[in-house]
């Protein structure tokens, strides 16, 4: 698809029949106003079955415009690559249920090799654009090199017993890549090693499985944790032996 064609946002009125999973804001300038939106509709009958697609849209200020749809498998993680001296243009990495990594640019998309028989369920862009860190279904971790023309894979183990739900770079210390699971274990990993080696541990905080993991903008030293035990965690990455405070949100479903 062509640049000027790669407007994106919506749902709500404008795609009513549409359930949106997700909708991400591309953050290269000149594209502010361009979001993507994972959606997806039940298609009814003798064999129901659901009809997947991203959604791209241009928001101005009083009106909001369907440009494109791309028909696609379901998305477990979608994120637009960061602003940096090695991102030359806007690309939208996707992680989907058929346990691709799937890169789309302006004019077209590359499949990366389905890394196994899983699903990818997260995804986080190295600071420098140069690579993506997925988190699996069968609990590793794996780290590909993107390129204008393909993906493969640098290095992938073994992390956690369940789901990976977040696999985060440290846009401050980008050879360390931050990991949680279903299995209650919050880790950092050091990727200067092949394979990579664990950091650090923290497997009591948790009572059960860790939600998201996000770093603070303003501290490069601070990260925040959420769980489905309805608790905001706030760490100090220089002694994660124990969060440094400890807040109860209670919104029905985990701090996503």
Known sequence: MKLKNFFCYGCGTLLPRWKCRRVEFCPHDSF????????????????????????????????VDLSYRLKTTGTFDMK????????????????DTDGFLRVHYLKNFINGDALKEVHNVCLDWNP?????????????VSL?????????????????????????????????????SDDCKFKGWDLRNSPSEIAFQNSKAHQI????????????????????????????????????????????????
């Open 32 to 63: 502010h106003h361009v979001p993507a939106a994972s959606t997806y509709t039940l298609q009814e009958g003798d064999q129901p079955s659901r009809s997947r697609t991203i959604s791209f849209f241009n928001v101005d200020l009083d009106r």
């Open 144 to 180: 590909i090199s993107i390129d204008e023309t393909k993906t493969s894979v640098l290095q992938e183990w073994k992390a956690h017993d369940f789901e990976v739900w977040a696999a985060s770079f440290n846009p401050d210390q980008p050879h360390l890549v931050y990991t949680r």
């Open 128 to 140: 420098s654009a140069i690579s993506i860190s997925t988190g699996l279904s069968d609990g590793s």
């Open 209 to 256: 499985g860790v939600c998201c993991i996000v770093k603070s903008p303003h501290d490069p030293n601070t990260l925040f944790t959420g769980s489905y035990d309805e608790n905001l965690r706030v760490w100090d990455v220089r002694s994660i032996s124990r969060p440094v405070n400890e807040t109860s949100i209670n919104l029905g479903g985990g701090v996503w």
């Open 80 to 95: 637009w690559n960061p602003v940096g001296a090695n991102a030359t243009h806007p690309l939208l990495a996707q992680a």
